[in-house]
Nanobody, 127 residues
Framework: QVQLVESGGDLAQAGESLTLSCAGS????????VGWFRRPPGKGREFVAVISSSTSTGNINYADSVKGRVAIARDDAKNMVYLQINVLKPEDTAVYYC??????????????????WGQGTQVTVSS
């Protein structure tokens, strides 16, 4: 079983940066790919970023809407995955979720591809 806990969500001003953290537990976490999704107010969950397991493809990918402003990274020694969001915009306001995929290759771009989910952390960006 894998458990995921997000943290780092906050109220921020447009133009600032935030780093979200995802703490994973369970012996298989380092072998999973991990994605970040977000759910803007009144909308469904949307893909933000994904990173493969460190021993797999090395793939990292980002949604076009955030490309150039976000960076995903993992620290397997700490069972952590991070999402840094730079130059925050009001449209980044959402609940951010991390999710783990049993497929280690890091090609999961859809909600249904992920087996494990955290509870989410709220990011609110004011203009």
């Amino acid at each position: 079983q894998v458990q995921l806990v997000e943290s780092g969500g906050d109220l921020a001003q447009a133009g600032e940066s935030l780093t979200l953290s995802c703490a994973g537990s369970g012996p298989i976490f380092s072998g999973l790919s991990v994605g970040w999704f977000r759910r803007p107010p009144g909308k469904g969950r949307e893909f933000v970023a994904v990173i493969s397991s460190s021993t797999s493809t090395g793939n990292i990918n980002y949604a076009d809407s955030v490309k150039g402003r976000v960076a995903i990274a993992r620290d397997d020694a700490k069972n952590m995955v991070y999402l840094q969001i730079n130059v925050l915009k009001p449209e980044d306001t959402a609940v951010y979720y991390c999710a783990a995929d049993l497929d280690p290759r890091g090609y999961g771009y859809y909600v249904h591809e992920y087996e494990y989910w955290g509870q989410g952390t709220q990011v609110t960006v004011s203009s």
